[in-house]
């Protein structure tokens, strides 16, 4: 053990963080520890119906600790500790905070320890939509397309729509905000000790796909840009960052105090931080023109592409194009969903509902017996659920649903958009329903994966990553059918982690390069789903129903707001 080199990734997913440490070596897994967020466990800070997530960042801090240390203990403690050698981490994005100017996110300041305003504003936080369509409408107001680089549609689940929205929402906030740091870059300045927002190293993968920063530009768009659209951006480009940084270079070292706390030494290597589907995309071992999915609460799904391919190439409606962005010497294309496994907890969640509000009230059982009752039915309910929708007879008429629970992400970013579910009777049951769920997000899997090919982008292959990957042969043997293309699944259980790791073995020298990391650290696929010719037919007329649908649930979204537009300018 003592020639063994090891490095630590970090991944902090929508309801929790994970850290691995794995032996450069070879990529193989020493000890693994998974700490979940106590205070977005118990809901605070958010507010479903209006679409604001918040998280504190206490939560963030208390699970790096706690599952870094976790995993030197389980690994053997001291002996492992000395031959630690890199930390990277990866995060959910555009996931910013406002910080002072000290770079300490304003939550961490007296006065806003429980203003949510003041906390991370994460990822499917969809509060800023007015923001975001009024970026969309400022950018053509400008020579240069601004845009072009984030497909052309900019997202209120990104960065300036976020901190527009908080600065309007929030005086106190505005007032006492420095800065706007994303949760992949903030970290490893946390872990460095950095103590002056203007150091903290940006992080060319969520600079370019959700900040607007890009070559061409030099930097982000100018002064112009943010204060024409409203005075309160004013000055916060000069406080932001021109220089932008690949996950294979070096944040810095550890400090003194975070030293301490983690049992390791002040000489271990801290990445330059980036976002949990790109480090994923390159720990499930991405190819060319392969789409590596990361499959979770959202999907986001990553394609890279050698630069001088992509050269003079543009793709709408995703959710950007940028050079270095996964793997440097290549362009990294980013799409996605809004919602795929929040849709299928969304439904769990209805037919749970009896259990979450009535069980607790019985007098048939005591309330221990009552509460471990609820837990098993519960975590029942998906499997079973596919269990029984795949024992169902195919129809062209069967029930039929539209996967923007959550808005749509890609292809064409529209948050406003709904969820939608047709085709009903008195013979539509639970099995029935999910199937439709199930069906729609591989439907809107394939409507990236056309939008890409539409766009000159060829997908070889699909490579699935995350936990529906892992758990759901019925999703993902479904999707393999929609997509008429196989499906190769990665071994590894943090996949995303497993990428950080990587990333930590090439920023600590160890390899010197991320597709030398990835010959020597990557585990391999344990499964592949292939597609069932025989159903090509029958997908190609369920797609077009399910097209149809979304156009006509655009169209009602449309009228509606054009409708308000109506009442409110009366």
Not at 351 to 370: R, V
Not at 397 to 414: H, K, S
């Amino acid at each position: 053990m003592t020639n063994d080199k090891f490095v630590i990734g970090v991944d902090y997913g929508s309801d929790s963080v994970r850290s691995v440490i794995i032996n450069a070596a070879n990529g193989k897994e020493l000890a693994s520890s998974v700490y979940y967020y106590p205070r977005w466990q118990q809901g605070q800070f958010c507010d479903a119906p209006n679409n604001q997530f918040r998280q504190h960042p206490l939560d963030y801090i208390s699970g790096l600790e706690s599952t870094i240390k976790e995993c030197i203990k389980l690994a053997g403690g001291d002996a492992v500790a000395r031959n630690i050698k890199g930390i990277s981490v990866d995060t959910t994005g555009s996931t910013p905070v406002a910080v002072s100017e000290s770079g300490v996110p304003l939550a961490l300041t007296p006065g806003f320890e429980e203003n949510p305003n003041a906390m991370f504003v994460l990822w499917k936080d969809h509060t800023g939509v007015k923001e975001a369509a009024e970026i969309n409408e400022h950018a053509t107001k400008f020579s240069v397309n601004y845009l072009k680089y984030v497909g052309g549609i900019y997202s209120s689940e990104w960065f300036w729509a976020k901190l527009l929205h908080v600065l309007r929402a929030d005086e106190k906030v505005r007032k006492a905000a420095h800065s706007w740091v994303e949760h992949c870059d903030w970290i490893p300045f946390l872990l460095t000790g950095g103590t002056n927002a203007a150091d903290i190293k940006r992080g060319r993968c969520s600079a370019g796909h959700k900040a607007l920063w890009a070559e061409e530009f030099d930097g982000l768009p100018p002064e112009e840009f943010f204060s024409s659209l409203d005075p309160l951006l004013s000055g916060f480009r000069a406080r932001l960052f021109t220089k932008t940084y690949t996950a294979d270079e070096a944040a810095g070292t550890l400090s003194d105090e975070w030293a301490e706390r983690l049992g390791l030494s002040t000489d271990v290597v801290v990445g330059t931080g980036a976002f949990d589907a790109h480090m994923g995309a390159v720990g499930g071992q991405i190819e060319p023109y392969y789409l590596s999915k990361v499959m979770g609460t959202s999907t986001c799904d990553i394609l890279v592409a050698p630069t001088d391919e992509m050269e003079g190439k543009l793709v709408r409606g995703i959710c950007g194009q940028v050079n270095g962005s996964v793997i440097p010497g290549m362009t990294g294309l980013e799409a996605g969903q809004s919602a795929f496994g929040d849709t299928y907890a969304w439904f769990k969640n209805i037919l749970a509902w009896p259990l979450q509000n009535l069980l607790s009230q019985t007098k048939l059982i005591d309330s221990t017996t009552a509460e471990a009752l609820k837990l098993e039915l519960e975590n029942a309910i998906i499997p079973e659920l596919s269990k029984q929708a795949a024992l169902l007879p195919l129809d062209e008429i069967n029930e039929l649903a539209v996967d923007w629970f959550n808005g749509r992400r890609t292809p064409d970013a529209n948050q406003m958009l709904k969820g939608a579910i047709t085709g009903l009777s008195l013979g539509s049951d639970a099995p029935r329903m999910f199937r439709a769920l199930a069906e729609a997000t591989c439907f809107g899997a394939k409507s990236i994966v056309d939008r890409f090919v539409q766009e000159g982008i060829p997908v070889k292959g699909i490579i699935g990553i995350g936990g529906v990957a892992k758990k759901s042969p019925y999703i993902m043997q479904m999707m393999a059918d929609v997509l008429g293309m196989p499906i190769r699944i990665h071994q590894f259980e943090h996949t995303c982690a497993l990428g950080a790791a990587m990333f930590a073995a090439v920023a600590s020298g160890i390899y010197p390069n991320v597709e030398e990391a990835m010959v020597a650290m990557g585990r391999g696929f344990d499964a592949e789903y292939h597609p069932n010719i025989e159903l090509e037919g029958f997908y190609i007329i369920r797609y077009k129903k399910y097209q149809e649908l979304g156009g006509f649930v655009v169209s009602q979204v449309e009228q509606s707001i054009d409708s308000a537009l109506a009442t409110h300018s009366v």
